[in-house]
């Protein structure tokens, strides 16, 4: 029997539909954009990266060395940078 050329396999429906796998892909996909030296307020990040807000949230706390919570804890804004390294210094400036 030969292969079909056209049949999708498992890992084609995975890099589609597998949320686990598809929105890490996006925010690391986001974080390159951004590039070592850049950074961004969330809501931006979010747009750049091409997700909805309840998706970004499920999975952002694995890319919690990316961003910095700016103010207060009841006016916090989170800022998004594109390398751990910008990350920590932007820390030390807060």
């Given at each position: 029997m030969s292969s079909n050329p056209k049949t999708k396999t498992l890992a084609d429906?995975?890099?589609v539909h597998d949320?686990?796998?598809v929105i890490p892909k996006k925010i690391k996909e986001g974080l390159d954009a951004?590039?070592?030296d850049g950074w961004d307020y969330?809501?931006?990040?979010?747009k750049l990266c091409g997700v909805?807000?309840?998706d970004f949230a499920r999975f952002r706390e694995e890319?919690?060395?990316?961003y910095v919570v700016?103010?207060?804890?009841?006016t916090g804004k989170r800022v998004w940078a594109g390398s751990k390294a910008l990350a920590e210094k932007m820390r030390g400036m807060v």
């Open positions: 429906f995975r890099a949320k686990s796998y951004l590039g070592k969330e809501p931006e990040f979010i909805s807000v309840v890319f919690n060395e990316f700016v103010g207060g804890s009841r």
